[in-house]
Structure formats: C-alpha cells, structure tokens
C-alpha cells in the first residue's frame, strides 16, 4: 500500500529559483527508500516538502490516502532525523528523547517506558543519563533516532544523517539503520548522495538530478539497466561507448558488432553502449571479443583495477581477479547480457517522453 504520493510537485524558491519540476513518487509503508543525487539536485526540498517544513508552489502531497498539502508538521505522522541531529545539548539521552512526549503532555509513568524501549531498539540501553557531550558521533546519530521513533511515526525521514560519521562508523550505522528499519517494519526515506549507501541500503532508489527523477527501481535494476547517461555515471563506475544499433539484439561499437540483449530500437539508431568494469574478464587476446593494450594497474586488495586502449582507441576500464603486464595485449570478454545499450544524446523532450511512457510500464505492471 503507498502510504506517501507526491503529484505533480514543483518549487520554486522566492528568488525565482527552480528546485524540483514535476515530481511524482510513491512510497510503500514497511520499505526503505533512498533519495539519490548530486549536492542541489532537490533531495533536501523533497524531504522538507514531505515533512511540510517546506510548501511546495504545485502540486500535492498525499499520505495514508489523505491530501495533507497543507498540513502542519507536527500533525503528520512523519519524524526528521537531520544532518547534525539537532539534539539537545543541555539535556541528558533521556530527556533528548522524552522531549516530543513531553510536548505532547504525556504523564511521566507512559513516557519513561516508552524512551526505555526506543533506546533499547537503538542499542543505548543505560545510556538514558549521559550528557550528549559524552557520546561518540555514532551514539548521538542513534539518540537522534531514538528520539524520531519514540513519537512511532509511520515514516521516519534521514536527511544525509550518516554523513558526519567516519567511513568505518557509517558502515556499521548503515547495517544498524537497515536493521532498525526491519524491525520496527516503518517507512524510511533516507537522503544521501553516496550512491553505495542507496545501493547497500535501500528496497527502492529514486535517482535525482537537476530537480527531476532520473529513474527509480530497485537497486539491482539501477545498477544494471541505467535508464540515461546521467544515472549510469553516477551510479558506480561505467564504459560508456557510443555505438549504433544494427537490428535486434545487434550492436555495433569499437568498430565491431556484437550480439546484444536489447530490442525495441530502430536498425542505425545511434547509442550508448554502457559495459560495467566488472563485468569484463582479461582473457587470451584471441579468446577476446576486442583487444586492448594494459596502459596502468592498481591492485586495490580484492581485485585488480585496470586500464586498457582498444585498437579502436577507446578507453576501458576493467575489474578483474586476474592481473596482467603492463603494455600486454590483452583480450577483453563480456557476455551480451553484459552490454547495456541506451538512446544516445536525447532532447529533454524525448527523455520525459521516454521515462512518462517508462513509469506507465512500471504502473502498467502493478
Ligand atoms: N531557501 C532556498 N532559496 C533558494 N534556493 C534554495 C533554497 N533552498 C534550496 N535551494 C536551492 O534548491 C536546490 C536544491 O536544494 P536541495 O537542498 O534540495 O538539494 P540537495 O540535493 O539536498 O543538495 P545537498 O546534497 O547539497 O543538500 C539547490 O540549488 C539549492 O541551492
């Protein structure tokens, strides 16, 4: 069931600035929802439009089958965990996360085994009378949350909330927050605009750019079928070659035809060939399906990371268990399934064209 619709949203800032056109998404309750995206790409005005902090100029904001366009924050069923957490820091854990009962005038005997539980479900039992001041950046992070879910909101908004934690500190966060997330079976929508996080974490990703979704689906789906250049460079590292369709299942690019598993386009219509580095494997170059030359090698501990011209003169960039010497020729295999092809240099027109007809698919399959 959607428990969050947006319609049609578009804001405009007071000094004329445009920040999201035409945004439409739905939420499911019980998933985690990832807003993707480079710095100004909109995800912050979206989460602020949801949690009405922000009022969008049109457009509406639909939850639990209700228009609440013009509701007031603090009724919606909607908790913030923001960027610095906004914790208090003259109140002790306890107090931070009793803060909204107490607002809400709930007797001390309701609120105190309710903050137990929260700050159990964040692992901070006994932790209810430390200073804030005393707590590593990962426990504030989760005294920020304890203080979101103890109100048992429907839909729990992060906005970049892992991005003031170190690299190590944010992985295990990122496990925590999936785990919590499963738990407690409530809504996430977490902002981030590290695609690996929205790739670790989420059921769902809605890729944004330059106030428009780009695409949304699955992790898997994002990764192996980019819908445009755009998310397929974002969204990890990518060959991307142009190339031109022969017939179905047919391509031409580094001046040799292979066999492909897309269909639908038109013979000589000009592409984008995108081909994952992972998915290429170093082979004999006469076992390959093009030859290169190693041009330079890094070992990155798990798996070699490896850059190769073709004799076409292009640039391949390949993942791969095996290393090589460099200036060898070098054979270069991937399957047809491993070839993405994309319409080349789109109008804007044609992409909405395309990603309007894209989501009615995706609709169509409900
Ligand atoms: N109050 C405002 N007035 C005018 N422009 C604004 C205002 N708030 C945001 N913007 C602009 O709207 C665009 C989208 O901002 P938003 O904060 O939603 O982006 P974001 O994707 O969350 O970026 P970041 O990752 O840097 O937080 C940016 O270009 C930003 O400068």
């Given at each position: 069931?959607?428990?969050?619709?947006?319609?049609?949203?578009?804001?405009?800032?007071?000094?004329?600035?445009?920040?999201?056109?035409?945004?439409?998404?739905?939420?499911?309750?019980?998933?985690?929802?990832?807003?993707?995206?480079?710095?100004?790409?909109?995800?912050?005005?979206?989460?602020?439009?949801?949690?009405?902090?922000?009022?969008?100029?049109?457009?509406?904001?639909?939850?639990?089958?209700?228009?609440?366009?013009?509701?007031?924050?603090?009724?919606?069923?909607?908790?913030?965990v923001?960027?610095?957490?906004?914790?208090?820091?003259?109140?002790?854990?306890?107090?931070?996360?009793?803060?909204?009962?107490?607002?809400?005038?709930?007797?001390?005997?309701?609120?105190?085994?309710?903050?137990?539980?929260a700050?159990?479900m964040v692992?901070?039992?006994?932790?209810?009378?430390?200073?804030?001041?005393?707590?590593?950046?990962?426990?504030?992070q989760r005294v920020a949350i304890a203080r979101a879910i103890?109100?048992?909101?429907?839909?729990l908004?992060l906005?970049?909330s892992?991005?003031?934690?170190?690299?190590?500190?944010?992985?295990?966060?990122?496990?925590e927050l999936?785990?919590i997330?499963?738990?407690?079976?409530?809504?996430?929508?977490?902002?981030?605009?590290?695609?690996?996080?929205?790739?670790?974490?989420?059921?769902?990703?809605?890729?944004?750019?330059?106030?428009?979704?780009?695409?949304?689906?699955?992790?898997?789906?994002?990764?192996?079928?980019?819908?445009?250049?755009?998310?397929?460079?974002?969204?990890?590292?990518?060959?991307?070659?142009?190339?031109?369709?022969?017939?179905?299942?047919?391509?031409?690019?580094?001046?040799?035809?292979?066999?492909?598993?897309?269909?639908?386009?038109?013979?000589?219509?000009?592409?984008?060939?995108?081909?994952?580095?992972?998915?290429?494997?170093?082979?004999?170059?006469?076992?390959?399906?093009?030859?290169?030359?190693?041009?330079?090698?890094?070992?990155?501990?798990?798996?070699?990371?490896?850059?190769?011209?073709?004799?076409?003169?292009?640039?391949?960039?390949?993942?791969?268990?095996?290393?090589?010497?460099?200036?060898?020729?070098?054979?270069?295999?991937?399957?047809?399934?491993?070839?993405?092809?994309?319409?080349?240099?789109?109008?804007?027109?044609?992409?909405?064209?395309?990603?309007?007809?894209?989501?009615?698919?995706?609709?169509?399959?409900?």
């Open positions: 069931m959607d428990i969050i619709q947006l319609k049609h949203i578009n804001k405009r800032y007071d000094d004329g600035f445009i920040a999201l056109k035409d945004i439409n998404l739905k939420i499911e309750s019980g998933k985690f929802y990832s807003l993707l995206g480079p710095s100004g790409s909109g995800k912050s005005t979206i989460l602020r439009i949801i949690a009405g902090f922000t009022q969008p100029t049109e457009g509406e904001v639909w939850f639990d089958g209700k228009n609440i366009t013009d509701l007031d924050p603090a009724k919606r069923q909607i908790n913030t923001f960027q610095n957490y906004a914790l208090f820091p003259h109140l002790n854990v306890f107090e931070n996360v009793a803060f909204g009962l107490k607002i809400k005038k709930l007797p001390l005997s309701q609120i105190k085994p309710k903050v137990k539980d700050l159990h692992r901070l039992d006994g932790y209810a009378n430390r200073e804030i001041s005393e707590l590593s950046g990962g426990q504030q103890v109100n048992e909101p429907k839909v908004l906005d970049e892992l991005s003031a934690l170190d690299k190590r500190l944010r992985k295990e966060m990122q496990f999936r785990a997330q499963k738990k407690l079976g409530i809504t996430f929508i977490f902002v981030t605009h590290d695609q690996e996080e929205a790739l670790s974490m989420s059921d769902e990703i809605f890729v944004l750019n330059d106030g428009k979704i780009q695409q949304n689906g699955s992790p898997v789906d994002i990764y192996d079928e980019p819908i445009n250049d755009f998310v397929a460079r974002f969204i990890g590292e990518s060959n991307l070659l142009p190339g031109r369709m022969i017939q179905d299942y047919e391509v031409e690019f580094a001046n040799h035809h292979f066999q492909c598993a897309d269909a639908g386009m038109k013979a000589n219509e000009k592409v984008e060939v995108v081909i994952r580095p992972e998915d290429l494997d170093i082979v004999a170059p006469e076992k390959g399906k093009l030859v290169a030359t190693a041009q330079t090698q890094l070992f990155l501990g798990d798996h070699f990371e490896i850059k190769a011209i073709d004799t076409d003169e292009n640039e391949w960039l390949i993942h791969s268990t095996n290393g090589c010497q460099l200036n060898e020729r070098i054979g270069l295999y991937f399957d047809p399934e491993d070839i993405h092809v994309m319409r080349q240099h789109e109008s804007q027109a044609d992409f909405d064209a395309r990603l309007e007809s894209y989501e009615g698919e995706e609709s169509n399959d409900e």
